[in-house]
T-cell receptor
Framework: KAGVTQTPRYLIKTRGQQVTLSCSPI?????VSWYQQTPGQGLQFLFE???????NKGNFPGRFSGRQFSNSRSEMNVSTLELGDSALYLC??????????????FGPGTRLLVL | AQKITQTQPGMFVQEKEAVTLDCTYD???????LFWYKQPSSGEMIFLIY??????QNATEGRYSLNFQKARKSANLVISASQLGDSAMYFC???????????????FGTGTLLAVQP
């Protein structure tokens, strides 16, 4: 079974530009979450989508947005990039496995460098 | 507020020995889930083990076991018979409102960098 895939794997942008990252979940997974990982702030939750609806959102400015399509694929967009947006962006997908358990499986991440 | 604390920034262990990575958590919720993930230098987060707050038995997955002490709010990861490939960053994470909750949001600790020496 294919894992979570993320594209692109690496990205270099300049301040003020915008960027779109893509995530394809594991087949059958309907929940997709995004996390930002930086050396200074660690791993922080960005948002979660389930059945094309945003189910939860972290404490990030409105420049960060996302969406989920009917096939569960998800994209996140960052507009007006700032140097501090340089990070590893991780996508995770999950589905219920019974007994209330739902484990998130992560993709390889997209490394974004903002110059 | 929910919080995960990992007090060991880095650890060394000899190959084939066991190692314990510490994790304490803080939550006011009665229903929560605890996870451990491994992150090699490549960046991908690899799921290792899960423990639900209502689980009576400590979780085990191969060489990984979770020492869950609910009263002390600790969920330490034990890796038995360490291998060179175990060298990585290890993160403890918590999900609140487990057991059918409406979100998969994970709160992560700061991680422990484990180095396995031959």
């Amino acid at each position: 079974k294919a894992g979570v895939t993320q594209t692109p794997r690496y990205l270099i942008k300049t301040r003020g530009q915008q960027v779109t990252l893509s995530c394809s979940p594991i087949s059958g997974h309907r929940s997709v979450s995004w996390y930002q990982q930086t050396p200074g702030q660690g791993l922080q939750f960005l948002f979660e989508y389930f059945s094309e609806t945003q189910r939860n959102k972290g404490n990030f400015p409105g420049r960060f947005s996302g969406r989920q399509f009917s096939n569960s694929r998800s994209e996140m967009n960052v507009s007006t990039l700032e140097l501090g947006d340089s990070a590893l962006y991780l996508c995770a997908s999950s589905r219920p496995t019974g007994g209330g358990q739902e484990t998130q499986y992560f993709g390889p991440g997209t490394r974004l460098l903002v110059l | 507020a929910q919080k995960i604390t990992q007090t060991q920034p880095g650890m060394f262990v000899q190959e084939k020995e066991a190692v314990t990575l510490d994790c304490t958590y803080d939550t006011s919720d009665q229903s929560y889930g605890l996870f451990w993930y491994k992150q090699p230098s490549s960046g991908e987060m690899i799921f290792l083990i899960y423990q639900g707050s209502y689980d009576e038995q400590n979780a085990t997955e191969g060489r990984y076991s979770l020492n869950f002490q609910k009263a002390r709010k600790s969920a330490n990861l034990v890796i038995s018979a360490s291998q060179l490939g175990d060298s990585a960053m290890y993160f403890c994470a918590m999900r609140e409102a487990d057991y059918g909750g409406a979100t998969n949001k994970l709160i992560f600790g700061t991680g422990t960098l484990l180095a396995v020496q031959p």
